[in-house]
């Protein structure tokens, strides 16, 4: 099982980007799901979550401006960021609780997208 995250770059304040994060592999399920990022020097935080039944969650700094959202069909997260802003940019991560055709939980994170937000 793997997570595979895009969507990444460089935006000016005030822009929008949409990450996306696709699960690959034997997968039957892809249960809780979220978006953290890491900024140098920073420890890595929680930024979004969406549970297997659709509750999201959202790190205050960014309630208003970010959005997540999945689409079990195809085994997709994505999240939506508007109204960018400097203190944004870091490397985000996917990250989802996979279940496998073999039955097993997979805590999967992805290698991480650079997002960077210019002044």
Do not use: H
């Not at 990444?8 to 799901?33: E, K, P, T, Y």
């Not at 689409?71 to 490397?91: H, I």
Request: net charge neutral; with cysteine.
């Amino acid at each position: 099982v793997q997570l595979q995250a895009s969507g990444g770059g460089l935006v000016q304040a005030g822009g929008s980007l949409r990450l996306s994060c696709a699960a690959s592999g034997s997968i039957f399920s892809v249960n809780d799901a979220g978006w953290y990022r890491q900024a140098p020097g920073e420890q890595r935080d929680l930024v979004a979550s969406i549970s297997s039944d659709g509750r999201v969650d959202y790190a205050e700094s960014v309630k208003g401006r970010f959005t997540i959202s999945r689409d079990d069909a195809k085994n997709m997260v994505y999240l939506q960021m508007n109204s960018l802003k400097p203190e944004d940019t870091a490397v985000y991560y996917c990250n989802a609780k996979i279940m496998t055709t073999g039955a097993f939980l997979m805590d999967s994170w992805g290698k991480g997208t650079q997002v960077t937000v210019s002044s």
